[in-house]
């Protein structure tokens, strides 16, 4: 059985100097209601993947389990790229602690052609939680990776599928920005929504079209800088 997470997230809240900031977008959003869902359905957790010389992508999985209150089911890294021997290393301790706080692993974006058969098998993975558990919440940062100076990068192609297969089960979206403000991280909340997919999309509109849709809903929660490809 795995360890919850969200006790782990809060003490490790706690020792952030200084405190995180932490604003919601609506004045009527309280943090109960956000772990609220409708029809007895999930909420799927959409955030950028930010990072920096000091601060490490595993803070925003940090920060915002200490916050939400629920725990989430995190899609995390499978191990770092280009990092020398840590790169073995990070592909035997990331799966290992994904199955100890009953996270998913996933292969980093973009996709290699050579993990496509464990990339198959994450989403597989995060399909069935999503759709046997009572009240899922599934955390996803769609990126998948770092990008240059912590802006927003264009999602690969499929990411949009994949979300469109999760909101079957988790149709309710909750936007997260995170980003760093003079040493302190800043959390802000955005409004929950639902997709409302345009009608005659082929497959390959309809994954750009949702992917740019989350993107946005990220975009207009983060300081311009950061927008990046979502100014």
């Given at each position: 059985m795995a360890i919850p997470f969200r006790p782990i997230a809060r003490l490790l809240f706690t020792l952030l100097h200084p405190a995180p900031s932490v604003d919601f977008l609506s004045d009527t959003l309280s943090v109960p209601?956000?772990?609220q869902t409708a029809s007895n359905r999930g909420t799927l957790i959409t955030t950028n993947h930010f990072s920096a010389p000091d601060f490490r992508a595993w803070w925003i999985t940090i920060t915002i389990s200490a916050v939400y209150p629920a725990n989430i089911h995190w899609v995390v890294t499978s191990g770092w790229e280009n990092s020398g021997w840590l790169t073995g290393f990070t592909h035997?301790?990331?799966p290992f602690g994904s199955k100890v706080l009953?996270?998913?692993?996933m292969p980093a974006m973009p996709p290699n052609p050579a993990e496509s058969s464990h990339r198959a098998r994450a989403v597989r993975q995060v399909l069935s939680y999503a759709s046997h558990a009572v009240h899922p919440v599934v955390g996803l940062a769609p990126e998948?990776?770092?990008t240059p100076g912590g802006v927003l990068g264009k999602?690969?192609?499929g990411v949009g599928r994949f979300i469109?297969?999760?909101?079957?089960?988790c149709p309710q979206i909750l936007p997260v920005g995170v980003w760093k403000d003079n040493g302190q991280i800043r959390l802000k909340f955005g409004q929950?929504?639902?997709l409302s997919l345009p009608a005659d999309l082929t497959a390959k509109e309809r994954d750009r079209w949702v992917g740019d849709t989350v993107m946005q809903r990220i975009a207009a929660l983060l300081p311009y800088?950061?927008?990046g490809d979502y100014q």
């Amino acid at each position: 059985m795995a360890i919850p997470f969200r006790p782990i997230a809060r003490l490790l809240f706690t020792l952030l100097h200084p405190a995180p900031s932490v604003d919601f977008l609506s004045d009527t959003l309280s943090v109960p209601e956000l772990g609220q869902t409708a029809s007895n359905r999930g909420t799927l957790i959409t955030t950028n993947h930010f990072s920096a010389p000091d601060f490490r992508a595993w803070w925003i999985t940090i920060t915002i389990s200490a916050v939400y209150p629920a725990n989430i089911h995190w899609v995390v890294t499978s191990g770092w790229e280009n990092s020398g021997w840590l790169t073995g290393f990070t592909h035997w301790l990331f799966p290992f602690g994904s199955k100890v706080l009953g996270f998913t692993p996933m292969p980093a974006m973009p996709p290699n052609p050579a993990e496509s058969s464990h990339r198959a098998r994450a989403v597989r993975q995060v399909l069935s939680y999503a759709s046997h558990a009572v009240h899922p919440v599934v955390g996803l940062a769609p990126e998948g990776a770092d990008t240059p100076g912590g802006v927003l990068g264009k999602l690969p192609p499929g990411v949009g599928r994949f979300i469109t297969l999760l909101s079957e089960y988790c149709p309710q979206i909750l936007p997260v920005g995170v980003w760093k403000d003079n040493g302190q991280i800043r959390l802000k909340f955005g409004q929950p929504y639902r997709l409302s997919l345009p009608a005659d999309l082929t497959a390959k509109e309809r994954d750009r079209w949702v992917g740019d849709t989350v993107m946005q809903r990220i975009a207009a929660l983060l300081p311009y800088p950061f927008r990046g490809d979502y100014q």
